[in-house]
T-cell receptor
Framework: DAGVIQSPRHEVTEMGQEVTLRCKPI?????LFWYRQTMMRGLELLIY????????DSGMPEDRFSAKMPNASFSTLKIQPSEPRDSAVYFC????????????FGDGTRLSIL | SQQGEEDPQALSIQEGENATMNCSYK?????LQWYRQNSGRGLVHLIL?????REKHSGRLRVTLDTSKKSSSLLITASRAADTASYFC?????????????FGEGTQLTVNP
């Protein structure tokens, strides 16, 4: 079975540019999560969706960050404009149900903002 | 904020030895989960233990949960070099915005061949 697929795996761009990260969840999963991992702050939940609807975006750091889920098989996380402090590894995860269910992670996008 | 705190931060052992990692948390939980992360990869779910369970096994993994002490432990028996990874506990607890999974900072396990 295909797992959660993220693209690109690596992204290097200059400050001020728009960055779009993509995620394809596991087919049939109804929850999708976006996380950010840094050495300083560990793994942080940014936003999660249920049936394509954003449920909790309290972890989104600033208005420069936005996320969409236009259909059950695709989600994007966009940063505009990007800043060096946005450099991190961004993970997408999905699950079938939420309570007492494991989350399945993609391999992440390593983002470097110069 | 990070609810789960793993201990130790780093652990180095020889192949064949057992590895024990601990996790402490602060609030009431629905369940506690353990994940593994290999370098450059995403997190992989290992085991989930519900708040009304005290112990769970999966292969060479044994997880215990003590809700009175708000702590959990992950034991890996007969460790292998392939077990080298970071291990995270994650607590599923109700907050004002609903149930959410909060990850600790992880334990880096190195198993030397």
């Amino acid at each position: 079975d295909a797992g959660v697929i993220q693209s690109p795996r690596h992204e290097v761009t200059e400050m001020g540019q728009e960055v779009t990260l993509r995620c394809k969840p596991i087919s049939g999963h109804d929850y999708l999560f976006w996380y950010r991992q840094t050495m300083m702050r560990g793994l942080e939940l940014l936003i999660y969706f249920n049936n394509n609807v954003p449920i909790d975006d309290s972890g989104m750091p600033e208005d420069r960050f936005s996320a969409k889920m236009p259909n059950a098989s695709f989600s994007t996380l966009k940063i505009q404009p990007s800043e060096p402090r946005d450099s991190a590894v961004y993970f997408c995860a999905s699950s079938f149900g939420y309570n007492n269910q494991p989350q399945h992670f993609g391999d992440g996008t390593r983002l470097s903002i110069l | 904020s990070q609810q789960g705190e793993e201990d130790p931060q780093a652990l180095s052992i020889q192949e064949g030895e057992n590895a024990t990692m601990n996790c402490s948390y602060k609030t009431s939980i629905n369940n506690l989960q353990w994940y593994r992360q290999n370098s450059g990869r995403g997190l992989v779910h290992l085991i989930l233990i519900r708040s009304n369970e005290r112990e769970k096994h999966s292969g060479r993994l044994r997880v215990t949960l003590d809700t009175s002490k708000k702590s959990s432990s992950l034991l890996i028996t007969a460790s292998r070099a392939a077990d080298t990874a970071s291990y995270f506990c994650a607590t599923d607890a109700w907050e004002t915005s609903g149930s959410r999974l909060t990850f600790g900072e992880g334990t880096q396990l190195t198993v030397n061949p």
